[in-house]
């Protein structure tokens, strides 16, 4: 869980990092309206590095209050007009540094996932011939679900009712290219979303748990399944 939580944390890091750069370009050429496209894109890459760095490590907030606070303390020291001001700021910046080394040594415990886990080994299972009919269910009302199969070297992922759920508003278009972006393709007259992996096995449930940690984060927010989401399985006799 946490190696698969760490590459999405870094691969949302170089996104960022390519949005900062296209912002300083498009305002270094005046294109004002380009800057902020890539800026509302940066805001939502932040708020998702925020949820991701948070599930991995529950006092990460807290730090990063500490870190922003010494930072903002140790502007206002270099910019101080007087001793007096300076040596404030310094025992601002002693207290919190002291406060974070707290935080720091206390052992992270990252926020429990079952589910998650269950799904590796289910994977696992399905690849090994062992279980079948395996399904991902999101939201049981919404009838929002993932359907797995695996088949002579071929993992299959079904999203299927595509056309009730963007008649609910559950999808939408952006949507839609979301998932044909991590390579999806829209079938059966558009009502179902196809992806297909193949390859060594240990590697595709890698892809396959990358995907979906994505979809979970970038179109669906995975907070609306806390309660909802469980998975479903037919053991093979």
Do not use: C
């Not at 707290?102 to 589910?115: C, F, T």
């Not at 679900?145 to 759920?165: A, E, G, M, R």
């Not at 890698?206 to 940690?213: F, M, N, V, W």
Request: no cysteine; aromatic share 10%; net charge neutral.
């Amino acid at each position: 869980m946490d190696d698969q939580l760490g590459l999405l944390i870094s691969l949302y890091e170089e996104e960022k990092m390519r949005l900062q750069k296209l912002i300083e370009e498009s305002l270094a050429d005046e294109e004002f309206l380009m800057a902020h496209h890539y800026q509302t894109a940066f805001y939502q890459i932040n708020g998702r590095l925020q949820t991701l760095n948070n599930i991995l490590d529950r006092l990460y907030d807290e730090k990063r209050s500490r870190k922003d606070s010494i930072r903002g303390f140790e502007r206002l020291k270099d910019h101080a007009d007087s001793d007096r001001w300076r040596q404030f700021h310094e025992e601002q910046i002693r207290r919190t540094k002291e406060e974070l080394e707290k935080l720091n040594q206390i052992p992270i415990k990252p926020v429990a996932h079952a589910a998650v886990t269950l799904l590796d080994e289910t994977l696992a299972k399905l690849t090994e011939g062992k279980i079948k009919n395996l399904r991902l269910i999101l939201s049981r009302k919404k009838n929002l679900l993932f359907v797995f199969t695996y088949s002579k070297k071929i993992l299959k992922t079904t999203l299927p009712n595509v056309k009730q759920h963007m008649k609910d508003y559950i999808l939408d278009d952006d949507d839609i290219n979301s998932f044909k972006g991590l390579g999806f393709e829209l079938t059966n007259n558009g009502n179902r979303l196809i992806l297909i992996l193949t390859g060594n096995k240990e590697e595709i449930i890698t892809e396959l748990k990358l995907i979906l940690s994505k979809i979970v984060f970038d179109i669906f927010y995975f907070r609306n399944f806390d309660k909802e989401s469980f998975i479903e399985f037919t053991e093979k006799t």
